[in-house]
C-alpha cells in the first residue's frame, strides 16, 4: 500500500520517571509521546495485520532503514515504492536537519548504511533475463554526505563468487525471496542478502539461495580469499542477519534446503573461510518444503559466545507437516559458540499453546551493553481479514547472556514490522527502529531498562527546522528552482523572475501543495454602464481553490477576487509569450497561508506548506 503521509517519533519513556517527577512536586513527564515529521512521498507498508508471519515462508525487503549517528542523532532513509531513496537526518530533538532525494540507480533498492565520516551507502539490484548473466546484477554506490555520488561497485550476474557449481550459479534477481542486511565495520561494508540463480541445467528452475560480498569503504574494491572466493550461502535461504563479533564476520541463514535449519557460517575480515554450514538449530520437515515454520529474529556476541534469538514451533518434528501451521509458535532464545561446534539446547521464553489465538511473531535481538539483552515480539492470531487484524500486543524481555528472563513487559500497539532491525543507541541508552503502516511512516524509541508496562501515549506536533534537499541542477534567473516540502518540484514551463518577482507556471506548483485550478477563457464581449458590447481587459480567469481559500484571478490584470472579496495584488499575473500562464508567487505566501522564503545564492524558492505562513 502506498502512503503519503508523515513520519512520527513514538518515545517510549519510563513511568520511573513520572513518579520521580510527582515526588519532586513537578508535573508528570509522558511516558510515550508521539512527535509528527511531515513528509509527502509514497512508501511500503511493513505492518503485519494479516498473519504474513504464518502466510509467507520468506522475510521481505524493507523500504526503511535507520541507522544511529555516533552524536546520538539518527538518519533514517526510506525508499519509495518505485520512486528515489530518501535520506532523513534527524536531530536531537528529531527535527530534520537535512533531506536529501536520491535517485535510483538500478530498480531494485536492497538497504541502506551511513559511514562515520557522514558517508552514504545505498545497495541496488536488477532482475536480469537468461540471457543477460554479463550485465551489471548488483550495484553498491556511495554518496557524500551532501548526496554527491562519488563511487560504486559493480557485480554481473555471473560473478565466480557467486557459484555453488556449474549447474547453480549466479545473481539472476537480488533480494528475492529473502531479506537484504548491510553492515559497515573497520572500513569495511558487508552484504548479505537473497537472491535467484539463472536456470538449473539439472532442472531448468530457478533455484533461490543467500549471497554476500566485502568491500573497502575507502577504495570499494571487493575482499576475496587466495582463490577469488567470499561469499556465505545457503540454500533456499528465506531471511539473513550478518554479526560482526568484533573480530570476524558471522551470517546466519534461515536456510529451507541445503542446509535446512538456523545455519551459521564464518569469515575473516581478509576473506578466509573459517566455517561453513554450522546448524544448532532444524526445521521440521513439511509437505511444501519452502516453509520452514519459523521465523529469524537476530544474533549477538557475548564475548564468549553468540546468542541467537527466534521464533519457532516448539515440537522437533511432525512428519509429515502441514503448509502452513501445526502448533503455536513461540520465541526461543540459544547460545553457540564462537567457534562454532557446540550449542545449547532452545530456552523457550513464551509458552503459547492456542495456535488460533496465541503465536510468537516478527521477533528481534539486541545487544544493550552489560550482560543485558533485549528481546521483542508480537503476539499474533493465526489469521486475520479485512478490518480484523491479526495482531494482538507487543513484548520486550531483559535477558541476560546465558538466556535467562530478567523482566517481561507489555508493549500495546508498538509495532514491529516485517524485516525491519532495531537498533541500540548508546548516548541515548534506548532502542530505536522504523516502521510504516497504513497512516503513517514511524520511528519508535524505547528505553527498555526503565520501561513498565501501561504507559500510555501522549501526540505532539514539531516543527521541521531545516529541509535541505540536493538541487537537481544549477539555477538561474530564467529558471527558478522551486522547493517545496523539502523536495524539488519539477516546473515545467520554468518559473521565471520578472521585475525582482518570482513568477510560477499555473500548473505543477499549485496541484503539488493540494490546491485545485481551473482555466476559462474570457467571454466575447463585455457590458460596459452604457450597455454598450466592448471587450474584456483580461485575458482569462484562474480559479483556485485550497481548504477554505477561493482565489479568483484575472489573467493579465492586478485584479482578483479573494473568498468573495475584490483584491488588487501587487503583481499581475501574465500570459508568457509561449502562452503558458503565470502568477505571482507572492500570491501564494499572501493568500493561501504557506510560508515562502528566498534563497538568492540558489534562485530557489522555498515553499513550506506544513508549519504555516509566519
Known amino acids: 500500500?502506498?502512503?503519503?503521509?508523515?513520519?512520527?517519533?513514538?518515545?517510549?519513556?519510563?513511568?520511573?520517571?513520572?513518579?520521580?517527577?510527582?515526588?519532586?512536586?513537578?508535573?508528570?513527564?509522558?511516558?510515550?509521546?508521539?512527535?509528527r515529521i511531515p513528509v509527502e512521498h509514497p512508501v511500503k507498508n511493513v505492518i503485519d495485520n494479516a498473519a504474513a508471519y504464518l502466510n509467507g515462508w520468506n522475510s521481505v525487503i524493507s523500504p526503511l532503514v535507520m541507522q544511529v549517528n555516533a552524536d546520538g542523532t539518527t538518519s533514517v532513509a526510506v525508499a519509495e515504492e518505485k520512486g528515489p531513496i530518501h535520506i532523513y537526518e534527524l536531530d536531537a530533538d528529531y527535527g530534520v536537519n537535512k533531506h536529501l532525494t536520491i535517485r535510483r540507480e538500478l530498480p531494485l533498492f536492497g538497504s541502506y548504511a551511513k559511514d562515520r565520516e557522514g558517508n552514504y551507502y545505498i545497495l541496488f539490484g536488477q532482475e536480469l533475463e537468461e540471457n543477460q548473466e554479463k550485465e551489471t546484477a548488483i550495484l553498491l554506490a556511495k554518496y557524500r554526505s551532501t548526496g554527491e555520488k562519488v563511487s560504486e561497485l559493480l557485480i554481473s550476474g555471473d560473478d565466480p563468487d557467486t557459484f555453488w557449481s556449474d549447474k547453480y550459479w549466479g545473481v539472476k534477481t537480488p533480494f528475492a525471496n529473502g531479506n537484504c542486511k548491510l553492515v559497515i565495520n573497520d572500513q569495511t561494508i558487508t552484504a548479505y542478502f537473497g537472491r535467484l540463480m539463472f536456470k538449473s541445467s539439472v532442472d531448468g528452475l530457478n533455484h533461490q539461495a543467500s549471497f554476500g560480498f566485502a568491500a573497502s569503504t575507502d577504495t570499494m574494491k571487493r575482499v576475496f580469499d587466495a582463490n577469488g572466493r567470499f561469499s556465505a550461502s545457503a540454500g533456499h535461504s528465506f531471511d539473513q542477519a550478518v554479526l560482526y563479533d568484533g573480530q570476524d564476520l558471522l551470517f546466519v541463514d534461515q536456510a529451507d534446503a541445503s542446509p535446512r535449519g538456523f545455519t551459521y557460517s564464518k569469515r575473516s575480515l581478509k576473506g578466509q573461510r573459517l566455517q561453513n554450514w554450522y546448524i544448532p538449530f532444524k526445521f521440521k520437515q513439511g509437505k511444501v518444503y519452502q516453509y520452514t515454520?519459523?521465523?529469524?529474529?537476530?544474533?549477538?556476541?557475548?564475548?564468549?559466545?553468540?546468542?541467537?534469538?527466534?521464533?519457532?514451533?516448539?515440537?522437533?518434528?511432525?512428519?509429515?507437516?502441514?503448509?502452513r501451521q501445526n502448533e503455536s509458535r513461540n520465541v526461543y532464545l540459544q547460545t553457540v559458540s564462537r567457534s562454532l561446534d557446540q550449542h545449547s539446547e532452545p530456552i523457550w521464553i513464551t509458552d503459547y499453546t492456542d495456535m488460533k489465538e496465541e503465536n510468537a511473531a516478527h521477533s528481534k535481538l539486541l545487544s544493550l551493553g552489560g550482560d543485558k539483552y533485549l528481546v521483542l515480539w508480537e503476539k499474533q492470531k493465526e489469521t486475520g481479514f479485512g478490518s480484523e487484524s491479526s495482531y494482538i500486543t507487543t513484548y520486550m524481555a531483559l535477558v541476560n547472556g546465558q538466556g535467562k528472563v530478567l523482566r517481561t513487559e507489555e508493549m500495546p500497539g508498538i509495532r514491529l514490522g516485517i524485516g525491519v532491525e532495531i537498533h541500540y543507541n548508546p548516548v541515548r541508552q534506548s532502542v530505536q527502529w522504523a516502521v510504516s503502516d497504513e497512516r503513517s511512516v514511524k520511528v519508535y524509541e524505547l528505553?527498555?531498562?526503565?520501561?513498565?508496562?501501561?504507559?500510555?501515549?501522549?501526540?505532539?506536533?514539531?516543527?521541521?527546522?531545516?529541509?535541505?534537499d540536493a538541487p537537481p541542477k544549477a539555477f538561474d534567473e530564467n529558471d527558478i528552482g522551486i522547493r517545496l516540502?523539502?523536495?524539488?518540484?519539477?516546473?515545467?514551463?520554468?518559473a521565471k523572475l520578472v521585475d525582482g518577482s518570482t513568477f510560477i507556471p499555473l500548473r505543477g506548483v499549485l496541484e503539488a501543495m493540494g490546491a485545485t485550478v481551473r482555466w476559462s477563457p474570457p467571454p466575447s464581449g463585455v457590458l460596459n454602464w452604457k450597455g454598450e458590447s466592448s471587450k474584456p481587459d483580461y485575458l482569462g480567469t484562474v480559479?483556485?481553490?485550497?481548504?477554505?481559500?477561493?482565489?479568483?484571478?484575472?489573467?493579465?490584470?492586478?485584479?482578483?477576487?479573494?473568498?468573495g472579496e475584490l483584491a488588487m495584488l501587487a503583481d499581475a499575473s501574465f500570459i508568457s509569450e509561449e502562452g503558458s500562464t503565470?502568477?505571482?508567487?507572492?500570491?501564494?505566501?499572501?493568500?493561501?497561508?504557506?510560508?515562502?522564503?528566498?534563497?538568492?545564492?540558489?534562485?530557489?524558492?522555498?515553499?513550506?506548506?506544513?508549519?504555516?505562513?509566519r
Open 1 to 35: 500500500m502506498k502512503l503519503k503521509l508523515s513520519i512520527i517519533m513514538v518515545i517510549l519513556l519510563s513511568s520511573l520517571m513520572s513518579t520521580v517527577a510527582a515526588a519532586a512536586g513537578g508535573e508528570s513527564e509522558p511516558h510515550i509521546s508521539i512527535q
Open 293 to 323: 515454520y519459523a521465523q529469524l529474529g537476530g544474533v549477538v556476541s557475548t564475548g564468549k559466545q553468540y546468542l541467537f534469538a527466534g521464533a519457532s514451533e516448539m515440537t522437533d518434528r511432525i512428519d509429515p507437516a502441514s503448509e
Open 447 to 468: 528505553k527498555p531498562l526503565v520501561y513498565t508496562t501501561g504507559t500510555p501515549p501522549m501526540e505532539h506536533q514539531i516543527v521541521v527546522k531545516v529541509v535541505n
Open 485 to 494: 516540502n523539502g523536495k524539488y518540484v519539477d516546473v515545467n514551463p520554468k
Open 543 to 563: 480559479k483556485i481553490v485550497r481548504g477554505a481559500t477561493t482565489i479568483e484571478l484575472y489573467v493579465g490584470t492586478a485584479r482578483a477576487i479573494i473568498n
Open 582 to 613: 503565470y502568477i505571482p508567487l507572492r500570491l501564494v505566501s499572501e493568500t493561501l497561508g504557506v510560508q515562502v522564503q528566498w534563497e538568492p545564492e540558489r534562485w530557489t524558492a522555498v515553499i513550506d506548506t506544513l508549519n504555516g505562513a
